[in-house]
């Protein structure tokens, strides 16, 4: 498959893929992981607009993202690999559910900042009944480690440090971790709450970097996930 894939947000392909509201233009993402929680999206994106649910066809989810974040938070456990957020990557016949949203062009800048470790592409969603939405939209896809380096930070040593090196993260894409806990955790519970179409594609169609393993069979071998509450001072933004 060829994918369409957007540079950042002064890529000139984007243009054409912002549409009108109102007289403010907007652009259409895919949220996958924690931005399945309204409060999430709302939080990450306070103008967005038309959240609700969709579908994407073609790609599946997959723990293998190792951000600085978690470490920045405490909530990474390097000494059990609990390290890993989401992203997606193609794979045909694959399909799961997702949210769909827009954001304001004036948010664009920000959402490349926030995601720039991501690959962008522009796909083609679907909305929850099926029906092809009218414009395309964004999601962030898996990257690599050379061309993060070498296109994002053009191979500044400095800037690696500043982001990744200083937590002791010497990669950021990689198959051997597991979910970070509290992010998992989180996930489930925001795609429980748009039932259980939703929360059985996250189940079934997420998987662990070693492609095979769902997360509902490593929630089954890992309970204690679940039970597992957020620390006080990030319970309003990890309880799904």
Same mark, same amino acid.
């Given at each position: +498959? !060829?994918?369409? &894939?957007?540079?950042? @947000?002064?890529?000139?392909? %984007?243009?054409?893929?912002?549409?009108? $509201?109102?007289?403010?233009?907007?652009?259409?993402?895919?949220?996958?992981?924690?931005?399945?929680?309204?409060?999430?999206?709302?939080?990450?994106?306070?103008?967005?607009?038309?959240?609700?649910?969709?579908?994407?066809?073609?790609?599946?989810?997959?723990?293998?993202?190792?951000? +600085? !974040?978690?470490? &920045?938070?405490?909530? @990474?456990?390097?000494?059990? %690999?609990?390290?890993?957020?989401?992203? $997606?990557?193609?794979?045909?016949?694959?399909?799961?559910?997702?949210?769909?949203?827009?954001?304001?062009?004036?948010?664009?800048?920000?959402?490349?900042?926030?995601?720039?470790?991501?690959?962008?592409?522009?796909?083609?969603?679907?909305?929850?009944?099926?029906?092809?939405?009218?414009?395309?939209?964004?999601?962030?896809?898996?990257?690599?480690?050379?061309?993060?380096?070498?296109?994002?930070?053009?191979?500044?040593?400095?800037?690696?440090?500043?982001?990744?090196?200083?937590?002791?993260?010497?990669?950021?894409?990689?198959?051997?971790?597991?979910?970070?806990?509290?992010?998992?955790?989180?996930?489930?519970?925001?795609?429980?709450?748009?039932?259980?179409?939703?929360?059985?594609?996250?189940?079934?169609?997420?998987?662990?970097?070693?492609?095979?393993?769902?997360?509902?069979?490593?929630?089954?071998?890992?309970?204690?996930?679940?039970?597992?509450?957020?620390?006080?001072?990030?319970?309003?933004?990890?309880?799904?």
């Amino acid at each position: +498959a !060829v994918l369409m &894939e957007v540079s950042g @947000a002064d890529d000139p392909s %984007l243009q054409q893929y912002f549409h009108q $509201v109102d007289g403010t233009m907007y652009l259409s993402i895919v949220g996958f992981g924690s931005l399945l929680s309204e409060g999430s999206s709302q939080r990450s994106f306070p103008n967005m607009k038309r959240f609700r649910s969709g579908k994407l066809c073609n790609w599946r989810r997959i723990f293998a993202h190792n951000p +600085a !974040v978690f470490f &920045e938070m405490g909530v @990474a456990r390097p000494e059990t %690999l609990e390290l890993s957020s989401l992203s $997606v990557e193609y794979r045909a016949g694959e399909e799961i559910s997702v949210v769909l949203f827009d954001i304001p062009i004036s948010d664009v800048p920000n959402f490349f900042l926030r995601e720039e470790e991501f690959r962008f592409i522009l796909v083609d969603a679907l909305e929850s009944d099926g029906s092809p939405t009218p414009f395309k939209s964004l999601v962030c896809a898996r990257y690599s480690d050379q061309e993060y380096r070498e296109v994002r930070l053009k191979k500044s040593e400095e800037e690696w440090h500043q982001r990744y090196g200083k937590w002791g993260i010497e990669k950021i894409w990689r198959d051997d971790i597991l979910p970070c806990r509290l992010y998992l955790r989180h996930c489930v519970l925001a795609a429980g709450k748009w039932g259980p179409e939703m929360e059985n594609s996250f189940l079934d169609h997420t998987f662990l970097g070693d492609r095979k393993t769902t997360i509902r069979s490593y929630l089954n071998q890992h309970p204690e996930v679940m039970a597992e509450e957020p620390p006080e001072h990030l319970a309003y933004r990890y309880n799904g």
